[in-house]
């Protein structure tokens, strides 16, 4: 069992409120509504499939460097680029939002939390010392603390930018135990900084110091492992971004052993809360909540029936979807530009560089996938180094062709309005299903 299959499985414990409690509640959420109406939120939500997904590269790359994270202890090391988050408050929270949901989805009794803040390097938002937390039994205190060791401002003085490589150098040899996962939380996996700023670079020594020990998980073309697209709800509707994480592991990685396998010291957490939390006449309510599990099951199979069931599931540049259960003809992912407003229900592929307007959209065709374009200036024109003869392009779906490049060219308007030419190329995988 996966360290996502094991939080998929756990229920969450329901609460009972009583009608006075529901009446009081309920006034207050309205005059909270009142306060905040016209504010933009993050849909926290929004950010799950792509905590999923780097859950499972994380385990991947564990995995290629000797280690097994289901049986060893980690050091998660979560660093924050606070240089956005004066003019990006929602991206801000976007990143810690992640880093709350990773640990709690992954972390486990026996492992270590620690948490920094970079820009240009790495800056002291409080004692390093307090920035380390041992997670224990209690699931629920535990969460909370970790939460609160996040930063939440940017540096003072901060210019902004911020330079990924420096910091990779910086925290590697900061945090040199084989147990550590190094993730970097990042508006852009690329470094930025003023003009007045001195940018170390990926040639430098000390970088390439960094890469003889440690594994930079490779996954979009910018540098990052794994796009973090998030939505923001507002009232003119929602708006689609992205952050980017970077994760470094160990190239040998070695923890110590776990009591029991991590999988299932994720379910017994919250389970143990949840029969702690239990009340005494649990019994109708359990009942209730069975019989919501089994209408909830015949409908899911019902579904998996008239739709086919499991497809597996689609990789685009860090962006993961699940095909289960989708209707065929039926766009129900675009490949836009960050800033894009998704529409009609459709999830977005944010591709740094391309427009906020809907490029391209992606619907199913039997057992295959098709991929249009609908952007006047910006078109699908080759697939696998192919020229199209249109601007669609039907991409196999079979294990025994897994991956596949994308590549879109066109122009774009540039700085005084001069058109820009862009040329680039997305990378696709479909894992099969089982």
Not at 158 to 164: A, Y
Not at 389 to 415: I, K
Request: no cysteine; charged share 15%; aromatic share 6%.
């Amino acid at each position: 069992m996966t360290l996502m299959q094991a939080h998929q499985n756990i229920i969450k414990p329901g609460r009972r409120v009583t009608v006075s409690a529901l009446s009081v509640a309920l006034l207050l959420g309205s005059a909270a509504a009142q306060d905040t109406q016209g504010k933009p939120e993050l849909v926290r939500d929004s950010l799950s499939p792509a905590v999923d997904q780097l859950i499972a590269q994380i385990q991947k790359g564990v995995q290629q460097s000797g280690g097994d994270l289901e049986r060893q202890q980690a050091h998660w090391v979560m660093a924050f680029s606070t240089g956005h988050y004066k003019a990006d408050p929602l991206g801000a929270q976007a990143a810690r939002e992640v880093a709350t949901q990773l640990v709690d989805r992954a972390a486990v009794q026996g492992d270590q939390v620690s948490a920094r803040a970079w820009e240009m390097d790495v800056w002291e938002y409080r004692n390093p010392a307090s920035l380390t937390f041992n997670i224990g039994q209690d699931a629920a205190g535990d969460r909370e603390q970790v939460a609160a060791l996040w930063p939440t401002t940017p540096e003072a003085g901060s210019l902004g930018g911020h330079d990924t490589e420096r910091v990779a150098a910086t925290l590697t040899g900061e945090f040199n135990d084989p147990s550590t996962i190094l993730v970097l939380l990042t508006n852009t996996a690329a470094s930025v900084g003023a003009s007045s700023s001195e940018l170390l670079g990926t040639s430098a020594p000390e970088y390439q110091q960094v890469l003889q020990g440690w594994t930079r998980l490779q996954g979009t073309q910018d540098g990052a492992t794994v796009n973090l697209p998030y939505t923001v709800k507002s009232p003119t509707g929602e708006l689609q971004n992205q952050l980017q994480a970077v994760v470094f592991i160990p190239k040998t990685f070695t923890g110590a052993s776990l009591a029991q396998p991590r999988s299932e010291l994720l379910k017994a957490g919250p389970a143990a809360a949840q029969e702690a939390q239990k009340p005494a006449n649990a019994g109708p309510v359990l009942g209730l909540l069975l019989g919501a599990l089994v209408l909830g099951a015949l409908a899911f199979f019902g579904r998996s029936l008239l739709r086919g069931g499991s497809r597996g599931s689609l990789d685009i540049e860090g962006t993961t979807f699940s095909l289960r259960d989708l209707r065929a003809g039926q766009p129900f992912a675009v490949i836009a530009g960050p800033g894009y407003v998704a529409e009609n229900g459709r999830s977005p592929v944010l591709i740094p560089g391309f427009p906020p307007e809907a490029v391209a959209e992606i619907s199913l065709k039997g057992k295959d996938l098709q991929i249009g374009s609908v952007h006047n200036a910006l078109r699908l024109d080759a697939l696998n180094g192919q020229t199209l003869p249109g601007t669609v392009a039907t991409v196999p779906l079979r294990p025994s062709q897994p991956d596949h490049v994308l590549e879109f060219s066109g122009e774009l308007p540039g700085p005084g309005g001069v058109p820009k030419p862009i040329r680039r190329k997305i990378n696709l995988n479909y894992l099969p299903g089982e």
